[in-house]
């Protein structure tokens, strides 16, 4: 199996979704676009699109966004399954036809999901038991045909439209990642949000090994779709 994996900067990396990939026996190559990197030109077996800072709608700002929306329709036009990650999950919602924008709060933390009747029967979806760990504030509204797997009282959280799947939480991030972020993107956040910097991350550290069983338990079950 060959697997692309989309980056989004330095800070994106697999993190627990290498796990699944080696358990899986699956090749994967990185691509970022935002680093300079050429729009692949081969085919996949599938491909994973993880976070990043930036809007899905920001292509004035990120024009590259442009070519990389322009690949993933091309992908799901030809029905390779594609995974979208926070920021790949608003990508491929404006891709199929629906909206990425700048939702009206933060959300970030330990959440706990809310599944559709449709979310409780996907195994993928299933994987995702417990709490997981989300940081964002943009979102999107999904377009007809779209199936609406997972959400909280604030956001949308998990949907399947064709070969496409979208979570916008943080299955792969790892305590490393997490302290990457911190040092980049500052406390400022989750100060907000009513969390103590410290212990969020003291407790990311600590179930570390939970997220990480969900993680690739989640990762692998859509690798062997």
Same mark, same amino acid.
């Given at each position: 199996?060959?697997?692309? @994996? ?32 050429? @729009? ?41 399954? @594609? ?63 779209? =199936? ?42 989750? =100060? ?20 990480? @069983? ?10 062997? =779709?």
């Amino acid at each position: 199996m060959n697997v692309l @994996v989309f980056a989004h900067g330095p800070l994106v990396t697999p993190g627990w979704l290498a796990d699944a990939l080696a358990e899986v026996g699956a090749e994967h190559t990185m691509v970022d676009l935002s680093e300079g990197d050429a @729009v692949p030109s081969d085919e996949w077996d599938k491909v994973v699109v993880l976070g990043g800072h930036m809007g899905a709608y920001e292509t004035d700002k990120y024009p590259w966004l442009v070519s990389e929306k322009d690949f993933l329709r091309e992908q799901l036009e030809q029905e390779t399954p @594609v995974l979208g990650v926070c920021l790949g999950s608003q990508l491929l919602a404006d891709v199929i036809g629906g909206r990425a924008y700048l939702g009206d709060g933060k959300e970030i933390g330990f959440l706990t999901l809310d599944r559709t009747e449709a979310g409780a029967s996907d195994p993928t979806v299933a994987a995702l038991d417990g709490t997981v760990v989300a940081w964002h504030q943009d979102t999107f509204d999904l377009p007809d045909g779209a =199936e609406l797997l997972a959400f909280t009282g604030r956001y949308p959280h998990a949907f399947r439209y064709g070969s496409a799947l979208g979570v916008q939480s943080h299955p792969e991030l790892t305590p490393e990642m997490w302290a990457g972020w911190m040092a980049e993107e500052g406390s400022g956040d989750l =100060e907000a949000a009513g969390l103590d910097p410290s212990e969020f991350s003291k407790r990311l550290a600590d179930e570390s090994e939970r997220l990480r @069983v969900q993680a690739v338990a989640f990762f692998r079950s859509w690798l062997e =779709e």
